[in-house]
């Protein structure tokens, strides 16, 4: 009777440590595909991030040469005849043209 209880335990016992074997390799397996994921998000948000922020850079440059070359266009064409005709009609007139 001690023998049979004995080997029962022993198998009990083969039993529960391949139990706890398979769920440290699922466990074990589950962390490694964590790992994978989180590093693999890591990077891809890394490089959205990166291409991002050189793109509205490289916009942001584009945005502020343009204003630039819409004020001194603006300055140019439409300021400075505009200045002229005036300083010629106050200029040469006097205060005849008033």
Do not use: C, K
């Amino acid at each position: 009777m001690a023998q049979r209880s004995f080997g029962l335990s022993i198998v009990g016992l083969a039993s529960l440590v391949q139990r706890s074997r398979g769920r440290s390799e699922i466990l074990v397996r589950e962390h490694a595909v964590e790992a994978r994921v989180d590093r693999d998000l890591r990077f891809v948000l890394r490089n959205s991030l990166e291409s991002r922020v050189r793109m509205y850079g490289r916009e942001s440059m584009v945005l502020d040469n343009l204003l630039a070359a819409t004020a001194v266009f603006m300055a140019i064409v439409i300021l400075l005849p505009f200045l002229l005709v005036l300083v010629f009609v106050f200029g040469t007139h006097g205060s005849r043209a008033l």
